[in-house]
């Protein structure tokens, strides 16, 4: 019997993970049915969008106070649906703030519930361990020490990899991504990622652009792009003339894992991107602002010196973080010039960024999906 699930993936990097996702299932059950709230890539792998992704995409105690009334409202209209529907699975695909109180809501109900990455509460929240508890019948895991970690507080789980340690290449043809991108071949290219979400835009586009124009007063032959989702791009747009680069830097429809490809060096707003940016094997200064208030009730929660992926992973500076005050025009293209003139340093995270991207790599969709299967067979 083919089964009918249910899913809630927020903003780009959950519709990626749960486009993944679904790719894996619906080989293993083609006539697999699967609806919710999603976007783009979990459209192509056939699921059905009861609202889309982006209705989730909010960063911040205060960001997602302005939204509260609109989120809690689908979430509160989701929950009547899949009561009344009674899929035989639900699937919280990362943004735990909505998906994991649905979550308890349904399992207390009778459903059977997964969620795919495990909350971060090795970096923050430890609290909501009972949460997650009471919330999930099984924990799709993404890094190798989650397990044991929710094992030792009575949560069942799964390593299965990272999905985009398979997607992205162990070696990026640098060649052929400049080329794809109508870039000089030659020459150094440094990749401007601000965010996907308009509040991150907002906080730190301009500055990034800001450090841009710094550093092309030593080094004016350096290639400028800027990937850019397309509800965002007039955002990205504006900040560019702002700060004078227009003509300088070239702003891409999407295209992102390209961008990443193409640089030797990537400016990047801290969250899932700073992973990809890994296992590019690409240098990077992470950088990351946002409202005030939101700031120091995150600074208060949180467990570890870190707070970019690739440095919680390696549990080091591996690369710098600026944050918040210190993510300055100044200090960034400081950072930025710093790898530049560097090689040998560039050489040294590469190859530990080979070492991690080996350690997530995993078949994820298979794992995943005989995982998922034991829940809806149980």
Known sequence: MEPRVALVAGEASGDLLAGLLLGGMRQRWPGLQAAGIG????????????????????????EVLRHYREIVGIR?????????ERPQLFIGVDAPDFNLDLEVDLRAAGLRTVHFVCPSIWAWRPERIEKIRRACDHVLCIFPFEPDLLARHGVAATY?????????????????????????????VVAILPGSRKSEIHALARRFLDAAALVRRSRPAVTWIVPALPALRPAIDAAVQAAGLAGVVKVLDGQSHLALAACDVTLIA???ATLEAALFKRPMVIAYAMNTISWHMMRRQQLQPWVGLPNILCEQFVV??????????????TSLLEWLDAPARM?????????????????????ATDAIQQVIEG
């Open 160 to 188: 299965v990899g990272h999905p985009l340690a398979n997607v992205i290449p162990m070696e990026a043809d640098k060649a052929a991504a400049r080329v794809a991108l109508g870039l000089p071949v030659d020459g150094e």
């Open 39 to 62: 976007g783009p890539r979990m459209a192509e792998n056939g699921f059905q969008a009861w609202w889309p992704h982006d209705k989730l995409s909010v960063r911040g105690y205060v």
């Open 320 to 333: 710098p973080e600026l944050l918040q005050h210190d993510a300055t025009p100044q200090a960034l293209a």
């Open 76 to 84: 509160r209209q989701l929950r009547e649906r899949l009561l009344r």
């Open 347 to 367: 050489a040294a995270v590469q190859q530990t960024f080979t070492e991690l991207h080996q350690r997530l790599r995993r078949d994820t969709a298979t794992l």
């Open 270 to 272: 801290s969250g899932t």
